[in-house]
């Protein structure tokens, strides 16, 4: 069976690219943008990072396998990259700019599967969510590739395309964005035949000065939609009227109203929900209303493809809570731990959700700073404090710099809290105060690591590394 995935000299011409050959080899198995990745035919992409160029590694990518290296022109004579390929019988495909060619390259990687339905989600929160419960769910029914973790970035996408091959009937992908037009650049890519929005929130707002552009740079995605595509977008989102605005591909607002085998839910708390789906109980166990939401959107795309009401409910009741996203950690006490990422429309939900839970003992909420927001930072963190100061915590902890603009709101309030930005003074205090039986919420950005508490809540001591 022939694993190489495309011809070296074939992409070259597809992508318009210089091709240096001084070897006999004619396609390539596998792509990599880190030479300690690279191995036995391999593509290397030499990227430029913040702290090194990975034109300084194409050589450890050669003598770990890979048979060619997309680079810069520019480049060339400063790494000596020429001298480097003639001696070690490799190759060269020389581009402009190297993330431009991988993205590049990808696409026209991607063009060989026609037949392959592309689903690309995206929104502020709960991207990789609902494309876990999409796949659960597709999968009973189609072949189904997607990209692994949070692969969403102007790499991680690109780099999720190559796990495409002839078997796979549906690709699903979630596009993320740390930067203005990085929607555009990878939905370029990936050309979906359905798109999805979850929602529209503030995160990462610091890199686009309001939400008004980040709803613009969300429904980019749709721009790049097939022939015949369908723009999946959330009813109940206060931006659903602009995010359909203009969109020529076919639009369909999305809900727990807009299917009509929806017959209701109930909440088993900590233990998820029940859906009540086309006469079938089904008991799904990711918690909170906004998991529910999550289903929904996930919903709808299996309903566009389509699968059956059986794949739906098989799907839904095969999810389980991904790392750091609502999980529930049962020991000394029960820790919600949701600590993935953190903006104010996800940590207004958890600690909601906290709140709606019905506990025997006491609750305390470890809350860290909700980084990437910008000159928005002040007042977001001075809203959750009071937001804070009203919930039905017994005693709040906050961990970070940025939360200290909580703090005004909840003094005046005579709410109990504790503040640090050191995790080794947070270890004790938190430590100190929590007793069996206690349910304890992590909620702060990825940055914060608030993971690093989680074996001392449950029982299993301290790891601070």
């Known amino acids: 069976m022939n694993s190489d995935l495309m011809g070296i000299a074939e992409l070259s011409c597809s992508i318009k690219a210089r091709h240096i050959s001084f070897s006999r080899n004619a396609a390539f198995s596998s792509v990599a943008i880190d030479s300690r990745r690279a191995n036995e035919g391999s593509l290397f992409f030499a990227l430029e990072g913040a702290s090194c160029d990975g034109h300084g590694f194409v050589k450890d990518a050669f ?33 402009e700019n190297t993330l431009k060619g991988l993205q590049d390259s990808a696409r026209v990687y991607l063009e060989k599967f026609p037949g392959l339905l592309k689903i690309g989600i995206t929104g502020s929160s709960g991207k990789t969510t609902t494309k876990e419960i999409t796949a659960a769910i597709i999968a009973n029914e189609k072949n189904t590739v ?57 995160a990462h707002i610091e890199y686009f000065g309001s939400k008004s552009r980040i709803v613009n740079e969300k429904k980019s995605i749709f721009n790049f939609l097939t022939d015949n595509g369908i723009a999946l977008i959330p009813k109940d989102d206060e931006c659903s009227s602009v995010l359909a605005d203009g969109i020529g591909a076919r639009v369909r607002f ?43 959107a996930a919903i709808a795309i299996a309903k566009e493809v ?14 389980k809570p991904l790392f750091g996203r609502l999980e529930i950690l049962k020991g000394r006490t029960t820790v919600i731990r949701d600590c993935y990422n953190a903006n104010p429309e996800s940590t207004e939900k958890s600690v909601e959700f906290c709140d709606s839970v019905d506990w025997h003992a006491r609750k305390a909420y470890v809350i860290a700073d909700m980084l990437e927001l ?66 304890v919420l992590l909620k702060g950005s990825r940055g914060c690591a608030l993971e690093r508490l989680s074996e001392m809540l449950t029982g299993g001591g301290y790891n601070v590394s």
């Open 374 to 439: 910008g000159e928005n930072s002040f007042s977001a963190h001075r809203k959750l404090g009071t937001l804070l100061a009203g919930s039905k915590a017994d005693r709040i902890f906050l961990f970070g710099s940025e939360i200290q603009a909580a703090v005004l709101p909840l003094s005046e309030s005579g709410k109990s809290f504790f503040r640090t930005n050191n995790i080794d003074e947070l270890f004790p205090a938190l430590d100190g105060y929590v007793q069996t039986g206690d349910l």
């Open 306 to 319: 389509p699968v059956s009401n059986g794949a739906i409910k098989r799907g839904l009741e095969s999810v």
């Open 63 to 95: 003598n770990s396998g890979a048979r060619a290296a997309v680079v810069e022109s520019s480049k060339l004579e400063g790494f000596d990259l020429v001298n480097t390929a003639e001696k070690m019988g490799k190759d060269l495909i020389v581009v």
């Open 254 to 296: 999305y809900g727990e109203d807009s299917f009509c085998e929806f017959e209701g839910t109930r909440s088993l708390g900590l233990e998820g929900s029940e859906i009540f789906w086309a006469g079938e109980k089904i008991h799904f166990a990711l918690p909170g209303e906004h998991s529910l939401k999550d289903a929904m």
């Open 146 to 202: 997607m990209n692994s973790g949070n692969l969403n970035s102007e790499t991680g996408l690109p780099l999720s395309v190559f796990e495409v091959r002839d078997v796979h009937e549906v690709g699903i992908f979630e596009l993320g964005m740390n930067r203005p037009g990085e929607i555009s650049e990878i939905a370029e890519v990936l050309k979906p035949n359905i798109a999805l929005v979850t929602n529209i929130g503030s």
